[in-house]
């Protein structure tokens, strides 16, 4: 009985992925049309880039299903782990955003410091990290291309311990996961739309991460997916400041010198 997978884990290990895809799909659209808020001209995701668009989707399939399956053997071995946190009737909206922002701070900080690790340690950034990094100019569904092994670090541990310690119910949880996906999309989607709620409210954005990815910018801007006060504590953040393209589109200017 206990290790029976019910809707209600299919309905929350599914969830994410088919919000990667579908906001993804949407951004992938919007930035064929929307040339004057691009980062990057569109060609450069083909020519500046070091792995094809094929390989980014299957290594992010690969690294969903593998997601799905430790999800599924997450709740398995959880259930209960929501007492507390469901055991009325509903959850009040008041626990869900407390549990929100915990799990946000405690992912933030984990993945901050395993980041910065990652390029630090130069074994692990040629053999590991390097593979998230062969997307110079990033596009939505880039997002969460990476090694195995560091998907197994940063998403599947990291989320795992901020659900585990923000005490959230299996369903608040998958809405948790959907917001991450959204979010990192949202960082890797290379365009500055006007009215953008994640720009709005998160100074660490698209923008922001987009430094990270340029060449320049290894070593700034670790933090992610949320907040940026892991880089302003610790001294790598880069300040940087977005100018118009002549031909159309914004580009970065990191307002530091980056030592590289
Ligand atoms: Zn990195
Ligand atoms: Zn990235």
């Known amino acids: 009985m206990a290790f029976q997978i019910t809707k209600e884990m299919l309905v929350g290990s599914l969830m994410p992925v088919v919000v990667y895809w579908v906001y993804g799909g949407l951004y992938t659209m919007l930035g064929y049309t929307c040339n004057n808020y691009r980062l990057h001209p569109k060609e450069d995701e083909d020519n500046k880039n070091f792995a094809s668009k094929q390989t980014v989707i299957r290594g992010v399939l690969?690294?969903?299903?593998?997601?799905?399956?430790?999800?599924?053997?997450l709740y398995m071995l959880t259930r209960g782990n929501d007492a507390g946190a469901s055991s009325g009737q509903s959850t009040s909206l008041f626990v869900i955003a407390r549990q929100f922002i915990v799990a946000m701070f405690v992912f933030d900080t984990y993945q901050y410091f395993v980041h910065r690790y990652l390029h630090q340690n130069k074994f692990l950034y040629k053999h590991l990290h390097s593979k998230h990094h062969r997307l110079v100019v990033s596009y939505p569904f880039g997002a969460i291309y990476s090694h195995p092994v560091?998907?197994?670090?940063?998403?599947?541990?990291?989320?795992?311990?901020?659900?585990?310690?923000?005490?959230?119910?299996?369903?608040?949880?998958a809405f948790f996961s959907s917001f991450c996906n959204m979010k990192s999309v949202d960082d890797h989607c290379g365009l500055i739309l006007p009215g953008n709620p994640f720009h709005f409210f998160f100074t660490n954005n698209?923008?922001?991460?987009?430094?990270?990815?340029?060449?320049?910018?290894?070593?700034?801007?670790?933090?992610?997916?949320?907040?940026?006060?892991?880089?302003?504590?610790?001294?790598?953040?880069?300040?940087?400041?977005?100018?118009?393209?002549?031909?159309?589109?914004?580009?970065?200017?990191?307002?530091?010198?980056?030592?590289n």
């Not at 340029?214 to 977005?242: A, H, R």
């Open 62 to 73: 690969f690294q969903q299903f593998r997601q799905f399956i430790a999800t599924n053997l």
């Open 150 to 173: 560091e998907g197994l670090l940063f998403d599947i541990i990291g989320g795992t311990l901020a659900i585990f310690v923000s005490g959230m119910s299996p369903m608040t949880s």
């Open 206 to 259: 698209t923008a922001y991460h987009d430094l990270h990815h340029q060449l320049y910018g290894g070593k700034y801007n670790f933090s992610q997916p949320f907040f940026s006060i892991w880089d302003k504590v610790c001294g790598t953040y880069m300040p940087y400041e977005l100018e118009k393209r002549e031909e159309g589109g914004f580009k970065l200017r990191p307002v530091k010198e980056c030592k």
